[in-house]
């Protein structure tokens, strides 16, 4: 039973997601992402009821939403890339890999809503990812970096990759920590069932660079993963 319910979630979800992929595609050809985010807010958030996903939020007024932030978090799902948005108060763009950029069609798209490419394999670029993604925090947009770098396997927070931090620091940015909850038990990443529930984003206090600056990248990540991790495990 629950694989044909899971079927069907599929195949509807997939079917309001051409609409809404092509909403989208015209909005950035004929905008810009900070023009279209409250709708893609919207949109993201009928993607995942159609779907049997419920988002409560938490944390709104611990931070400022007209200030910009280095945006951290968990990495449960791939419905974290509706998860987020429709969590997400602000409009941010994301860090992502070079690759997506060569798509047809997905690669102009992800650059004009204004994300930055990465390339781990070339010390040149990613040091060019890093003056970028500066620039674009120092000029008053958010970045959403998922640390974990992949989804989790587990359910459980794994290690993170420590260039975000290195980019916390060279950018001076505040750092907004935020977890998600319940989307692994919706679909793992090992499998293709889906089980309808409430998932939880919750966000912290923003760390503020100035709290952080003398530390070392080490410190730095693990001050962030902790915090990651309490806010997920105080809505588990």
Do not use: C
Not at 30 to 48: C, E, F, H, K
Not at 93 to 117: C, M, Q
Not at 142 to 164: Q, W
Request: proline share 5%; hydrophobic share 45%; glycine share 8%.
């Amino acid at each position: 039973m629950n694989t044909i319910r899971s079927a069907l979630l599929w195949f509807v979800g997939a079917i309001y997601f051409f609409f809404f992929f092509l909403i989208i595609a015209v909005g950035l050809i004929i905008g810009d992402s900070r023009t279209i985010y409250p709708a893609v807010r919207i949109l993201a958030r009928i993607q995942l009821l159609i779907v049997g996903l419920r988002v409560q939020v938490y944390g709104h007024d611990r931070f400022d939403r007209r200030r910009s932030y280095l945006i951290m978090g968990n990495h449960e799902s791939l419905f974290d890339a509706f998860a987020i948005p429709t969590a997400l108060p602000m409009h941010a763009v994301g860090i992502e890999a070079d690759y997506h950029f060569s798509i047809p069609l997905w690669g102009y798209l992800t650059r004009k809503w204004g994300n930055i490419p990465i390339t781990r394999e070339n010390r040149a670029r990613a040091i060019k990812t890093l003056n970028d993604a500066t620039r674009v925090l120092q000029d008053g947009t958010s970045i959403v970096v998922l640390p974990e770098g992949h989804r989790t396997l587990t359910g459980k927070v794994g290690p993170f990759k420590k260039g975000p931090f290195h980019l916390a620091l060279a950018a001076k940015a505040d750092i907004l920590p935020f977890a998600v909850s319940g989307l692994y038990e919706y679909r793992s990443k090992q499998g293709w069932d889906l089980s309808p529930r409430t998932a939880h984003v919750a966000f912290g206090a923003p760390i503020p660079y100035e709290s952080y600056k003398d530390g070392t990248v080490d410190d730095i990540l693990l001050r962030v993963r902790r915090e990651i991790i309490k806010l997920k495990d105080d809505r588990g």
